[in-house]
């Protein structure tokens, strides 16, 4: 098995190198930390850390409630789909332009202006007056053109922080696309499956979900202790943006409320520049019918059973498991008698 690390031959060295080479005192060099993670000046033995080291990690503290008061969860999770971009109105684009340097169009750079305008119209319809936004974005350039526009509606003061989220981008659909192979691609998805089928040298929307549930654990820890506000700034009426694609975001809306994939694969794509919102419910959790009407919900694919757990999500609070949940609880097993059900 070859050495992962590289190495020259002896030849290459003259016989007196090591010799002639000068000795520094590395040990001289401190940095706020002595070894890992002690405070300088400190070894192990010496330094007996408070709250079994927890005041070093705040999420853990959250975690196993080590007294630390939670910070109030932001009001919305608002997901942003791009503008309409070159290769929405020419997939031809796609064979000789990299798929992260696809720009918007003057259509969907209008189309981002609109949305942020609607946001803000939405977030003023609150009546409060402290009140910000924070965004995670797509490190794609369309992504992060669409958050530009819609950041103009908001201005500096409004803005508590954008983070760049590599796991936001779009599917991989295989670097440079060949237009013919990748329209045999689609039909191919089409008889496959549109969440299990995988792209050559690409992703399957399977994948996708794996990348987004480390980011929807990162974006929980990031709620949890309220990363986005600093101390003393924190407020109940933050709204999180998350500007990404399509299929991602149907993605996160999946892996958010564990939607089946048959679910899944009965959503439509939003369309560029629109948005759906998660707002905060009466107990905590988010629910889409807190801004979305049964009937907009519908039309993006939702069923009846999904409605009801959304209903659900209106009141439940965080932590707090729907045990009657259509889509997992006792009616999914429809296969058994109703006399089986009750046997021990």
């Known amino acids: 098995m070859p050495s992962l690390v590289s190495t020259l031959p002896p030849t290459s060295l003259p016989p007196d190198y090591f010799s002639r080479r000068p000795h520094h005192n590395f040990t001289s060099i401190r940095c706020c930390e002595n070894g890992v993670?002690?405070?300088?000046?400190l070894n192990r033995n010496q330094?007996?850390?408070?709250?079994?080291?927890?005041?070093?990690?705040?999420?853990?503290?959250?975690?196993?409630?080590?007294?630390?008061?939670r910070p109030p969860r932001p009001r919305r999770i608002i997901l942003v789909r791009h503008g309409q971009s070159e290769g929405n109105v020419d997939e031809g684009v796609y064979t000789r332009v990299p798929d992260p340097k696809i720009s918007l169009t003057d259509k969907g750079q209008g189309e981002a202006e609109q949305c942020g305008r609607r946001i803000r119209e939405m977030i003023e319809g609150d009546g409060v007056d402290d009140w910000k936004v924070y965004f995670y974005v797509s490190p794609y350039r369309?992504?992060?053109e669409t958050l530009r526009n819609v950041?103009?509606?908001?201005?500096?003061?409004?803005?508590?922080?954008?983070?760049?989220?590599?796991?936001?981008?779009?599917?991989?659909?295989?670097?440079?696309?060949?237009?013919?192979?990748?329209?045999?691609?689609?039909?191919?998805?089409?008889?496959?499956?549109?969440?299990?089928?995988?792209f050559p040298n690409g992703e399957s929307a399977a994948d996708v979900y794996d990348r987004i549930?480390?980011?929807?654990?990162?974006?929980?820890?990031?709620?949890?202790?309220?990363?986005f506000q600093p101390p003393g700034e924190q407020t109940p009426n933050m709204n999180l943006v998350i500007v990404s694609?399509?299929?991602?975001?149907?993605?996160?809306?999946m892996r958010w409320y564990k939607w089946t994939v048959e679910q899944f694969e009965g959503l439509t794509n939003m369309g560029n520049g629109n948005m759906i919102v998660m707002e905060r419910?009466?107990?905590g959790r988010y629910s889409l019918l807190m801004h979305h009407t049964k009937e907009e919900l519908r039309k993006f694919g939702?069923?009846?059973?999904?409605l009801i757990d959304q209903e659900w999500q209106k009141w439940g609070r965080p932590g707090e498991v729907n045990y009657r949940c259509p889509m997992t609880g006792p009616d999914f097993f429809t296969h058994f008698d109703e006399e089986e059900c009750f046997l021990s």
């Open 281 to 283: 419910g009466y107990g």
């Open 302 to 306: 939702l069923t009846d059973k999904m």
């Open 47 to 69: 330094w007996a850390p408070e709250n079994g080291g927890l005041d070093r990690f705040p999420e853990k503290s959250l975690v196993q409630g080590a007294g630390t008061s």
């Open 245 to 253: 694609h399509g299929l991602t975001l149907r993605v996160f809306l």
């Open 142 to 144: 369309r992504t992060l």
């Open 213 to 227: 549930t480390g980011f929807r654990e990162t974006l929980r820890a990031d709620i949890d202790i309220g990363r």
């Open 151 to 198: 950041a103009k509606a908001f201005g500096r003061s409004r803005i508590a922080g954008v983070r760049e989220e590599p796991r936001l981008r779009e599917q991989d659909f295989g670097n440079f696309q060949d237009r013919e192979k990748m329209r045999i691609d689609k039909v191919l998805r089409a008889l496959y499956g549109r969440f299990f089928y995988r």
């Open 37 to 41: 993670g002690l405070p300088g000046g």
